[in-house]
């Protein structure tokens, strides 16, 4: 079976490349700039060449291009043009761009190529920081309104995970320099979502703490006897779906009571669920509304 995406309506266009369905309209009657096919019901459909070069003629816009300009060029010729930007400066938006295409054709070898053009102008941070994290904010809204699917996604999102694993490696190979604190990295059960987690690891490590990451779906009962490796045992774990929103404020009651009974360690947390609700009144519970600020504390 071909699972590769071929047909895109215009929603999706508009989705995938931020521009209105009713400014791609205006650009094919004014400027000729895409072909559509049309169904039976004179829908407009494209395929994954129109996405292409809309992604591309988007990207020169965004660097001060005029429409008018660029509807001269022939596709070479505006394929040509992005090469030298990027060449020139490893742009955020057009590799974005580029992996949003590795994604929708599950296509390995873009996204290594991608990576690897970013990896010789940027550091590891600045991919992530720069790239990875709005690439995934779009992804979560391209998902949201069925522009791709769950296959999609844990493509995507794997190989980021596999990058950030690999980064992740190279800095445990160093000693702490660090030994104030030591860090536990855990989500809550039915918790899945590690790819916010895993980078605050890699920040901790960066910082040059001890980092001890368990990974998804812990229970809170198999945490106490992780007290016993510092006295001070700083816990930290990122709500994405779990736990769910009414049932926060006694997860964070049963963490004291399970795991911190007599409240010397920190709990630190993040994450889409603990936004915009009431925090708990316990003097170890510290929330962050962002990875940004929970790396400012190390």
């Known amino acids: 079976m071909n699972n590769i995406k071929q047909v895109f309506s215009i929603k999706d266009l508009e989705n995938l490349c931020g521009v209105k369905a009713h400014t791609i309209r205006i650009w094919e009657k004014r400027y000729n700039l895409l072909s559509p096919e049309r169904t039976e019901t004179n829908i407009r ?3 994954l060449k129109s996405l292409q070069k809309l992604l591309n003629v988007t990207y020169l816009i965004n660097r001060g291009y005029k429409i008018s300009r660029i509807s001269k060029l022939d596709e070479q010729e505006i394929n040509e043009y992005v090469r030298n930007i990027v060449s020139d400066n490893s742009s955020k938006s057009q ?3 580029s992996f949003k295409i590795a ?7 873009l996204f290594l190529v991608t990576y690897q053009q970013l990896e010789n102008h940027r550091s590891f941070k600045q991919i992530f920081v720069d790239v990875f994290i709005p690439l995934l904010n779009e992804i979560g809204l391209l998902w ?11 493509f995507i999102t794997n190989l980021i995970k596999q990058k950030l694993l690999l980064n992740i490696e190279k800095l ?6 660090k030994k104030d604190k030591v860090f536990v990295l855990f989500l809550p059960e039915n918790e899945i979502h590690e790819l916010g987690l895993l980078y605050i690891n890699y920040e901790i490590l960066l910082h040059g ?3 001890i990451y368990l990974g998804s779906s812990v229970p809170l009962d198999s945490l106490p006897n992780m007290l016993f490796l510092h006295e001070n045992t700083v816990f930290v774990s990122y709500f994405t779906i779990q736990p769910e929103k009414g049932n926060i404020t006694k997860y964070l009651h049963d963490f004291n009571k399970i795991v911190c009974t007599d409240k010397l360690n920190e709990f630190w947390v993040l994450g889409k669920q603990i936004m915009d609700m009431p925090k708990s009144s316990s003097s170890n519970h510290r929330y962050f509304d962002s990875i940004d600020s929970l790396i400012f504390e190390l």
Do not use: C, F, V, W
């Not at 949201?144 to 844990?154: D, L």
């Open 45 to 47: 459909t494209y395929n």
């Open 95 to 97: 590799s974005i761009n």
């Open 103 to 109: 994604m929708l054709n599950y296509d390995l070898e």
């Open 144 to 154: 949201q309104t069925n522009t791709i699917g769950p296959s999609h996604e844990h």
């Open 172 to 177: 445990q190979y160093s000693r702490p320099t």
């Open 209 to 211: 703490y001890k980092a």
